[in-house]
């Protein structure tokens, strides 16, 4: 017997589409030595990274960064606010250190009882590389939620939540989605 | 010469290993512009082949910071998670895909657009094969746009992130891509 599905698109769910966070200025700059261990740490020995001289001589005309480097430059935990990882550990020492971890410019919560998230997918849009000495400013906004219904019968949804990522000129960077399932 | 992913599937890991593509820093600083007219439906990008190892997970976890146990503790992973080991993030593939668009369209081509899911777990010791395939390519505004089929196979053929991605190429008489990229009115 298959069980009729309940929505769970309810219309206090539907109102979070659209929803945006604040534009957070995230820590710090893009600098040298963040550039160095992202780029050793993916593994991309490109020059126009690290050779000045080359890159000034290239399209880009400067030194390059990756383009979404800039969004682990946004989850950053501010040294002036209250440290969450060390909490996150004090308070339970079998912490995934991920789950309990707050971060700068989060959303609101999507207010439903579906509690088991899975990563969905992600895209990218790319439109100018993050120069050094850049300040980067993010706004978070769930982009979309939509409704599916599992082999189970029951409903669950897709959380789309798009982040948007500009310099202090307001030149924007990149735009990402990072889609979740909540079942 | 590039082997096609169909047939490097078909060899022994070790041999798979042997076919990485992955260019070096004077591969990048030397490399000639592929442009649009050079394009065909099925051609193959490059391959760039991994084989990470729990030294390459922790370098990540550090340099992101990224907390999360799983990628980093093996007795958490297997005892509270029940995973099979030790994951590959899914934000280190993420981060190789721009990669992957940015080499193969230098020096003067724009990696544009991707989107992909992540579909498998990863672990130290699995062969990872980065690739993507011409479906289709299209002219406007003055630029050549190409759309892509990417992912990220195991030495098992398991496509861990199927994906799609758009890139722009430069015509071989027309003028630069911009930079900033501002993609062509509709």
New interface residues.
Partial sequence: MTQEAQSALTPEVRAMIGVAGDVVEAWGVVDAEYLR??T?????????YW?QE?AEG???GELIT????VS?LA???RPDQDDP?TRAFEENP?????GS?ERPGELPPVPTDLVRVL??????????YPSIGDKVFFQNKYSDIRERVGRDGRAFLIITRETTYKNQDG??LCIT?ASTIRR | MSLPLEDLLKLEPEAVLTHNERPKADDLRNKKQIYYEDVEEGMELPKYIYNPTPTHLFRWSAAIENFHRIHYDLDFGLNHDKNPSILVHGSWKQSVVPQFLKDWTLPKGWPWKAQFEHRAMLVPGDILIMWGRVTSKYEKGQMGFVELEIGMKTQDGIESMPGTATVVLPLRNGPDIPYPFVPPAD
């Fill in positions: 261990r992202f050793q740490a993916v593994m991309d020995p490109d020059p126009r050779d080359y290239t399209h880009y990756p383009p979404i480097m682990y989850s950053r935990i990882v079998e912490s995934d250190g991920i971890i990563n969905a997918g992600n895209e990218l849009e790319i439109y100018q030149d924007l989605r």
